[in-house]
């Protein structure tokens, strides 16, 4: 890969074994406008996915795939996807022709003999594909549910080619899911273990690009001694009910293929720390002395390479060094601060469960739902504004159920019906919570620090789990009080923490409106369950005038 230009050795003394590769400029986020969900019937893939009939599909990307690997190296990439043992792990073969998949999937998955060894005569998912010519008007993504196959062409971008990710592990896997009765998330998973030795399991979701490897990698604030952060996933949760009707989550990945700018020693020294040695880079920009630089990780050096290669001067180029979804893919296993449990076959038991995004406006730090039916019309209303992640404008509001609306395979609808029917299946339900972190005030600037003081966050919800921390009631949800938010040693003013928690009731009912409108857009299998949850709400907020203490 060095020799054909694909690769670039870094600096063997400071990135030991690391690689800098360029992707093509129009191939440098996933493709949400080429993914298709192929079915015969189309309203199995309801609105929210685009369609293509599975015959129209094989016919199409048959055609395209003709001969495109004629010259190429095939790689063929047997991968299992969880913890050897487990009952829940899965097997699935990429065939690829290309070496910078194959390198990055080796990061990824657990490849190789152990593959095979986990087969033992059972299925598997199949997986084929081709850079081809990187032809963005002929790109195709297609995902075919009832035959476990994905085809993907004219892409070498993670999230579009490494098709253990989100085309094996959340997009098919989804549909497995509803089937058999589990859930397959776009969530983080995380122990947190407080000054007792207690840790406690939750799991995020968020939209890509917001937050999760940051809250997955956390290293506690100076203030917060004896707590730590244990990462057990930081993209995807596959989560399946133990004989006891408890939730049990196990991460499908063996690395992080997660955004880097914005990642330094301040914000995060953790994922600093890791990715010194066997990591390969994609699209960070390039120091003289041949380290990787991305926006946010310090000082400019005197000189520097963007994304693409051209000469970069602060002040004086336009745009970005590095691409704003530039990543790195390092192994989980070079994670200082991986859980113990992470191998754990059976996964780890989940206590809460935390939905999350980019809301500048609205949404407060942190909330608590009522039940598990509230719960889940939070998942569902989630809202928020769109980031580099995929190709597209950025900042801009969407609909984004429980993180998913880019990787669930099936009917958004029956999606949610999916997740209501937990109510009745499990005697141990986690919490379900909100939060978020990107709130900001009348200056335009975060109100809240992020990144470490999370756990601050975190504390609250693991001790609203434990029966502990206080709460006011209001139409939203539980929302903490100032005092069992505080922290002893956080250092942010009280009239801060008043603004982050404070529930605009009039603008609460213009949100609740969008997501009428986008509930109305599901069709006629959306749940009555959580149209009577969101009149429920609409009611509350109407007729409240106080909030409670509880
Ligand atoms: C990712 C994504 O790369 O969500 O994890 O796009
Ligand atoms: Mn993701």
Same mark, same amino acid.
């Given at each position: 890969?060095?020799?054909? @230009?694909? +690769?670039?050795?870094?600096?063997?003394?400071?990135?030991?074994?690391?690689?800098?590769?360029?992707?093509?400029?129009?191939?440098?986020?996933?493709?949400?406008?080429?993914?298709?969900?192929?079915?015969?019937?189309?309203?199995?893939?309801?609105?929210?996915?685009?369609?293509?009939?599975?015959?129209?599909?094989?016919?199409?990307?048959?055609?395209?795939?003709?001969?495109?690997?004629?010259?190429?190296?095939?790689?063929?990439?047997?991968?299992?996807? @969880?913890?050897?043992?487990?009952?829940?792990?899965?097997?699935?073969?990429?065939?690829?022709?290309?070496?910078?998949?194959?390198?990055?999937?080796?990061?990824?998955?657990?490849?190789?003999?152990?593959?095979?060894?986990?087969?033992?005569?059972?299925?598997?998912?199949?997986?084929?594909?081709?850079? @081809?010519?990187?032809?963005?008007?002929?790109?195709?993504?297609?995902?075919?549910?009832?035959?476990?196959?994905?085809?993907?062409?004219?892409?070498?971008?993670?999230?579009? #080619?490494?098709?253990?990710?989100?085309?094996?592990?959340?997009? +098919?896997?989804?549909?497995?899911?509803?089937?058999?009765?589990?859930?397959?998330?776009?969530? !983080?998973?995380?122990?947190?273990?407080?000054?007792?030795?207690?840790?406690?399991?939750?799991?995020?979701?968020?939209?890509?690009?917001?937050?999760?490897?940051?809250?997955?990698?956390?290293?506690?604030?100076?203030?917060?001694?004896?707590?730590?952060?244990?990462?057990?996933?930081?993209?995807?949760?596959?989560?399946?009910?133990?004989?006891?009707?408890?939730? =049990? #989550?196990?991460?499908?990945?063996?690395?992080?293929?997660?955004?880097?700018?914005?990642? %330094?020693?301040?914000?995060?020294?953790?994922?600093?720390?890791?990715?010194?040695?066997?990591?390969?880079?994609?699209?960070?920009?390039?120091?003289?002395?041949?380290?990787?630089?991305?926006?946010?990780?310090?000082?400019?050096?005197?000189?520097?390479?963007?994304?693409?290669?051209?000469?970069?001067?602060?002040?004086? %180029?336009?745009?970005?060094?590095?691409?704003?979804?530039?990543?790195?893919?390092?192994?989980?296993?070079?994670?200082?601060?991986?859980?113990?449990?992470?191998?754990?076959?059976?996964?780890?038991? $989940?206590?809460?469960? $935390?939905?999350?995004?980019?809301?500048?406006?609205?949404?407060?730090?942190?909330?608590?739902?009522?039940?598990?039916?509230?719960?889940?019309?939070?998942?569902?209303?989630?809202?928020?504004?769109?980031?580099?992640?995929?190709?597209?404008?950025?900042?801009?509001?969407?609909?984004?159920?429980?993180?998913?609306?880019?990787?669930?395979?099936?009917?958004? #609808?029956?999606?949610?019906?999916?997740?209501?029917?937990?109510?009745?299946?499990?005697?141990?339900?986690?919490?379900?919570?909100?939060?978020?972190?990107?709130?900001?005030? =009348?200056?335009?600037?975060?109100?809240?620090?992020?990144?470490?003081?999370?756990?601050?966050?975190?504390?609250?919800?693991?001790?609203?789990?434990?029966?502990?921390?206080?709460?006011?009631?209001?139409?939203?949800?539980?929302?903490?009080?100032?005092?069992?938010?505080?922290?002893?040693?956080?250092?942010?003013?009280?009239?801060?923490?008043?603004?982050? !928690?404070?529930?605009?009731?009039?603008?609460?009912?213009?949100?609740?409106?969008?997501?009428?409108?986008?509930?109305?857009?599901?069709?006629?299998?959306?749940?009555?369950? !959580?149209?009577?949850?969101?009149?429920?709400?609409?009611? =509350?907020? =109407?007729? %409240?005038? %106080?909030?409670?203490?509880?």
């Amino acid at each position: 890969m060095i020799a054909d @230009g694909i +690769l670039i050795k870094l600096n063997e003394e400071k990135y030991p074994n690391c690689y800098l590769h360029r992707s093509d400029p129009n191939d440098v986020a996933r493709s949400e406008e080429a993914t298709f969900i192929c079915t015969e019937n189309r309203d199995h893939v309801g609105p929210t996915n685009n369609w293509m009939a599975s015959d129209e599909a094989h016919a199409k990307l048959l055609k395209l795939f003709d001969s495109c690997m004629i010259g190429r190296t095939m790689y063929v990439i047997p991968y299992v996807l @969880g913890p050897v043992n487990s009952p829940y792990s899965q097997v699935g073969v990429e065939l690829t022709d290309s070496p910078y998949v194959a390198a990055n999937m080796r990061i990824m998955a657990k490849v190789g003999k152990v593959a095979l060894e986990h087969l033992k005569g059972g299925g598997f998912v199949k997986g084929v594909h081709s850079t @081809g010519v990187l032809d963005p008007s002929n790109r195709y993504i297609c995902h075919f549910p009832d035959e476990k196959l994905v085809m993907s062409l004219n892409s070498n971008y993670g999230g579009n #080619a490494l098709l253990s990710k989100k085309c094996h592990s959340l997009r +098919l896997a989804s549909v497995m899911a509803r089937d058999e009765g589990w859930l397959a998330e776009h969530m !983080l998973v995380i122990g947190i273990e407080d000054p007792d030795g207690k840790v406690t399991y939750v799991t995020g979701a968020f939209p890509s690009a917001s937050g999760k490897t940051n809250l997955s990698m956390l290293k506690p604030p100076e203030y917060m001694k004896g707590w730590n952060v244990w990462a057990i996933s930081d993209d995807i949760a596959w989560i399946h009910l133990d004989s006891e009707g408890r939730f =049990r #989550a196990i991460n499908p990945e063996s690395g992080f293929f997660a955004v880097a700018p914005n990642t %330094s020693l301040e914000t995060n020294p953790r994922i600093m720390e890791m990715v010194k040695k066997n990591t390969i880079f994609t699209n960070v920009a390039l120091s003289s002395d041949k380290t990787p630089w991305w926006e946010g990780i310090g000082e400019h050096p005197r000189k520097l390479w963007d994304w693409q290669g051209k000469v970069w001067t602060a002040g004086k %180029s336009a745009g970005s060094a590095a691409h704003p979804n530039s990543r790195f893919t390092t192994s989980i296993h070079q994670y200082a601060s991986l859980s113990p449990e992470y191998n754990n076959p059976n996964g780890v038991p $989940i206590t809460a469960i $935390i939905f999350g995004g980019r809301r500048s406006e609205l949404v407060p730090l942190v909330y608590e739902s009522f039940n598990w039916e509230h719960g889940v019309l939070m998942g569902a209303m989630l809202r928020v504004e769109t980031t580099a992640a995929a190709a597209g404008e950025v900042g801009v509001l969407r609909n984004d159920p429980m993180a998913m609306k880019p990787f669930c395979g099936y009917h958004i #609808a029956d999606y949610f019906n999916h997740w209501l029917s937990f109510r009745s299946r499990s005697g141990k339900l986690p919490k379900i919570f909100q939060i978020n972190a990107f709130r900001m005030g =009348r200056d335009g600037r975060f109100l809240w620090p992020g990144y470490s003081h999370n756990l601050v966050v975190l504390k609250w919800i693991v001790e609203r789990c434990m029966g502990k921390a206080e709460a006011v009631e209001t139409p939203l949800g539980y929302v903490p009080t100032a005092t069992s938010l505080y922290t002893e040693g956080m250092n942010i003013p009280e009239t801060t923490i008043d603004e982050l !928690l404070r529930v605009d009731k009039v603008a609460w009912m213009d949100e609740l409106e969008s997501s009428r409108l986008f509930f109305e857009s599901l069709g006629e299998g959306f749940s009555t369950v !959580l149209w009577q949850e969101l009149s429920k709400l609409m009611d =509350r907020l =109407r007729e %409240s005038s %106080s909030a409670n203490r509880v």
